[in-house]
């Protein structure tokens, strides 16, 4: 997808990471039917990539072991560092957040996950539903 058909995009846009092609299509699924257009990535690593060409995103839903040189946490914080206008949202079944893991416009989620979790956490940083872009 090019930059100008991205930024053509009118609805809020999410970034969902995982390296398990199921759990990702399925998150995927849960935060598309929330009103987001949602691109995937397969790491932290293609994710920060991603970002760094199309950062106009409003929201970062990943996995912490994802493969790479970066786990989610990381790149957490290097988005809300970079970024700070971008929800996170962190899941893992196999690491909680220790101090210093999430940054503070960050939620954990620990998997496995209902539908009705992430709806829930979305609703936590969107009260009035997502933003749109425009």
């Known amino acids: 997808m090019s930059s100008k058909q991205f930024d053509e995009i ?4 999410a ?10 299509m399925d998150t995927a699924d849960i935060i598309s039917g929330a009103g987001y257009y949602v691109v995937e990535a397969s790491s932290a690593d293609d994710a920060f990539a991603f970002l760094i060409k199309y950062n ?7 996995d912490v ?10 790149l957490a914080r290097k988005v809300a560092e970079r970024w700070p206008g ?22 954990f989620i620990q998997k496995p996950f209902s539908a009705e979790t992430v709806l829930g956490v979305l ?11 425009c």
């Open 56 to 62: 106009s995103l409003q929201l970062l839903f990943t």
């Open 10 to 13: 009118s609805q809020p846009i």
């Open 86 to 107: 971008i929800e996170v949202v962190v899941a893992s079944g196999a690491r909680l957040p220790n101090d210093g893991d999430l940054p503070d416009n960050a939620s």
């Open 65 to 74: 072991y994802t493969g790479g040189d970066m786990d989610g946490f990381q």
């Open 123 to 133: 609703l936590e940083h969107f009260p009035n539903g997502p933003r749109s872009k």
């Open 15 to 24: 970034l969902v990471v995982d390296d398990e092609p199921l759990i990702r």
